[in-house]
């Protein structure tokens, strides 16, 4: 690797403080092979975006009546998906980890890099009904003739989102909670907050 190059020194180079020590390139090297991992997880970034945008964009078009006098925000919808991190914390912890640690004989159950899988394998449900309640949204709209009211009620109700939103937590539960352990983990000591950056950086991405 061209990392390799900078064990090889110039004369002098010692004296001007130049020197690069056996652990250094391989530190540098770590780092490096986290960027194709670090990659991948940009589609969560994306993903993560959509709840405060996209799904609060769709329910304002709904119906969010509950019972005859009282109506929720289209922001309010988002409580189910901080309920579904505080239902299944305790049951991850409980029944899940003892359930797969028995298997892989793994005190975490699964690896870092397992966790973060199924949590975007479970972003890809996550986006599949979105798209499905969205395509009922509009073809709502149509038979009301409705697509040219941006602002009209849809006689749809905000139910619909509901799934979409748990989905969202519960893969939120896996990838958020598994790239903190893994970026923090993988990286140096010296260079962990850099770990913890990029980490940040990613979710940060996705709300561009």
């Known amino acids: 690797m061209f990392l390799n190059k900078a064990l090889v020194l110039p004369r002098g180079s010692e004296e001007s403080g130049k020197a690069r020590s056996i652990n250094d390139v391989e530190e540098a090297k770590a780092v490096l ?3 194709p991992i670090w990659f991948t997880c940009l589609g969560y970034g994306i993903v993560s975006a959509q709840p405060s945008s996209f799904f609060t964009k769709q329910a304002t078009t709904l119906d969010r009546s509950i019972g005859p006098s009282f109506h929720m925000t289209a922001a309010s919808l988002q409580v189910f998906r901080a309920l579904t991190v505080l239902i299944l ?3 991850y912890d409980r029944i899940f980890i003892p ?3 028995s298997f892989t004989r793994k005190p975490s159950g699964i690896t870092m890099l397992q966790r973060i899988g199924t949590g975007i394998f479970l972003f890809i449900l996550t986006t599949v009904s979105a798209a499905l309640s969205e395509l009922k949204r509009l073809k709502t709209a149509e038979k009301y003739q409705l697509l040219d ?3 009209a009620t849809l006689p749809m109700r905000a139910w619909w989102l509901v799934p979409q939103i748990i989905f969202f937590g519960i893969s939120d539960l896996f990838t958020s909670v598994g790239m903190q352990e893994f970026f923090c983990d ?4 010296e260079l962990r907050s850099v770990g913890l950056s990029l980490c940040s950086m990613i979710t940060g991405l996705g709300y561009l």
């Not at 993988?186 to 000591?189: A, G, H, I, N, Y």
């Open 149 to 151: 009211m941006p602002k």
């Open 99 to 101: 359930i797969t640690s």
């Open 89 to 91: 914390i305790p049951m």
């Open 186 to 189: 993988q990286f140096p000591s």
């Open 33 to 35: 092979r986290l960027f």
